[in-house]
């Protein structure tokens, strides 16, 4: 079957692996141990997907940059803590390089820094997978999309044959604002109706029903 789509870019957290819990542990204890109001599960898991100094600036719109400096070192050390309990979705590995072998390009837009991307993906063995990365220490954070421009610009595909796939509001907007198509998963950060209400192509309850509307359609 033709492929629709040459390049498939994935989010990282919440869309390949099983991260959302721990991320919004580390944010709750961080904010506990700073002695500021510990934001709800909502609101923390609202926030991944953005550059951490926006996330816990938008958490803590009052905070001075010291207290702020504060959070974000304790929630690195919160995160650093248990990363290496971190898995993948089930059926990941085997799909992506079965999308690969397809031909496809493969990619990652993700609100990580660079260096945590690179650990993650050594821990998993991907650090030759992806033809190209994009972390928010690099670029604008989500929804902005230059993230996914510089993606295209690298690879040499234009907006129409690329296809976003991510958990969060952020990832589909970026979508939206970079003209490419946009896939969301319900199993990560953000509601299913959330992410609905940006009219992506569709939206998947587990990684399982993903890999296979790709397989037919992708």
């Given at each position: ?212 509307w790709l397989n037919e359609n992708?």
């Open positions: 079957m033709t492929k629709r789509f040459d390049l498939i870019v994935f989010d990282w957290d919440g869309t390949l692996a099983d991260s959302t819990a721990l991320i919004v542990h580390a944010i709750q204890a961080a904010f506990a141990e700073a002695g500021r109001p510990v934001p709800s599960r909502e609101a923390a898991s609202f926030v991944i997907g953005y550059a951490l100094p926006d996330a816990m600036r938008y958490l803590a719109p009052d905070a001075s940059d010291r207290d702020l400096a504060l959070i974000m070192d304790g929630y690195r050390a919160h995160y650093l803590a248990r990363d290496g309990e971190i898995a993948l979705f089930e059926g990941v590995a085997a799909a992506l390089a079965r999308y690969k072998e397809a031909g496809h390009w493969l990619a990652v837009a993700t609100g990580k820094s660079r260096r945590g991307l690179d650990r993650a993906l050594s821990s998993v063995g991907f650090s030759d997978l992806f033809d190209i990365t994009r972390c928010a220490d690099e670029c604008h954070s989500k929804p902005h999309p230059q993230m996914l421009h510089e993606i295209g610009d690298y690879l040499g595909v234009i907006a129409g044959r690329t296809v976003m796939i991510g958990d969060t509001t952020h990832d589909l907007q970026m979508a939206g604002n970079a003209g490419t198509a946009a896939l969301g998963v319900g199993y990560g950060a953000h509601p299913r109706a959330e992410l609905e209400a940006l009219a992506p192509l569709a939206v998947f309850d587990s990684f399982a029903e993903l890999d296979r992708g």
